[in-house]
């Protein structure tokens, strides 16, 4: 027995509310992210840890083998400071899973290196692999009750403020979808608030920009139809906010740029980012407005922190380097005072390694065949 069990129907119903709103919480763990990827084949499995945690886990079977392969993406989320409690859940979660026949376990919580997680879920098996999402660390700026505007905007560097200024002159026009319309308190300056009903056609203007970015930093993004109906979804859940750059007067043209945020944790985090190079010459500083509108939103909220995303390497998963395609991100982002946040990273647990490397083969050739997987 491990103590672990299934979620109750009215505990599914709060689910949001433990595992997106409270501090440490992700979107990934929401009922929103468990319905998209159901409808990409997987099994979304809610469970209730021993310690109570909620815990979201997306299952898939091997195809013709039995057994299966299982993920908690960003989770189980981080909300206890003891690294010792946090791998206890994990492991509790991970013999629930063996024991319904999976045979291997990813994990990719967003805990902090310093806390010594790595070590605590390497002594119980995990080993780490490459990540799952785009970044293993982020860069992240620190608000907390009474952040001030004025005194983080005095730390943003002068060239980056110098940029603000100049696509706030060139009277570039940012528009905000988000099902959250906020309050008189939490109005930002300067930004037009759209009907989230039409967000759909600037979303998918928006991939084709960061398509083009994808294909300048050297990384691959998915089926568009997956972003947008993903995107759409967490907007409609409050997960997701956009801010849309276009230019001056009715910006027929399309966006210039865009910004992707997701709340949650007591956060807001940049997910993608984008804008048109032929548009940086008329309208400098596009991406560095929309990241200052950003923060300010993030003060109106009254976040703990304003998570930049990340710049790290991929497969090395370090700092940039000078020369390095993400060097010239690394440094956008530590120009607003950004400070750099070493992450545990992806993990797993193979629980029956001939299963698993057979399934492997397995769900390899049923793609190969056409098959989701």
């Known amino acids: 027995m491990t103590g672990v069990r299934a979620a109750t129907a009215e505990e599914v119903a709060d689910w949001d509310m433990a595992t997106v709103e409270r501090r440490g919480g992700h979107v990934l763990q929401s009922l929103a992210w468990a319905e998209h990827r159901r409808a990409t084949g997987w099994q979304p499995v809610h469970l209730v840890a021993p310690d109570g945690a909620f815990v979201l ?14 993920y908690i993406p960003r989770g189980p989320i981080p909300d206890v400071e003891d ?28 805990v902090p290196a310093e806390t010594g997680y790595p070590a605590a879920i ?14 293993r660390h982020r860069m992240a700026i620190p608000l907390g009750e009474g952040a001030d505007e004025a005194a983080l905007h005095a730390l943003v560097a002068k060239s980056t403020r110098a940029r603000i200024r100049a696509a ?35 979303l998918d203007a928006f991939f084709d920009l960061e398509v083009a970015t994808a294909d300048r930093r050297g990384f691959a993004l998915g089926p568009k139809s997956l972003f947008l109906d993903w995107w759409e979804a967490a907007l409609r859940a409050g997960h997701l906010v ?12 399309g966006p ?23 548009a940086r010459g008329p309208y400098p500083g596009v991406l560095h407005l929309l990241r200052w509108r950003a923060i300010q939103q993030a003060i109106a909220e009254r976040c703990d922190e304003m998570d930049l995303g990340g710049a790290d390497v991929a497969g090395a ?57």
């Open 83 to 110: 690294a010792a409690q946090m791998a206890g859940r994990l492991a509790a979660i991970a013999d629930h899973l063996a024991a319904s026949g999976i045979d291997v376990v990813a994990s990719d919580a967003e």
């Open 57 to 70: 886990v997306l299952t898939r079977r091997w195809p013709l083998l039995g057994g299966g392969s299982a």
């Open 317 to 373: 998963r370090r700092r940039p380097n000078q020369g390095e395609p993400m060097h010239g991100l690394y440094e956008h982002k530590a120009s607003f005072g950004a400070r750099w946040i070493e992450l545990s990273g992806a993990h797993e647990l193979v629980l029956r390694p001939r299963r698993y490397a057979a399934g492997r083969v397995a769900a390899r050739l049923g793609r190969m065949a056409g098959r989701p997987s």
């Open 256 to 278: 210039i740029g865009g910004l992707v945020l997701y709340r949650h944790g007591r956060r807001l985090s940049t997910v993608q980012s984008a804008d048109r190079l032929d």
């Open 242 to 253: 956009y801010l849309e750059a276009r230019a001056p007067a009715d910006g027929a043209d």
């Open 122 to 135: 390497g002594a119980i098996g995990f080993r780490r692999i490459e990540e799952i999402q785009p970044s």
């Open 168 to 202: 706030e002159a060139a009277s570039i026009v940012v528009r905000r979808f988000d099902a959250r319309a906020p309050g008189p308190s939490e109005s930002v300056d300067r930004v037009v608030d759209m009907p989230i009903a039409e967000a759909r056609p600037s």
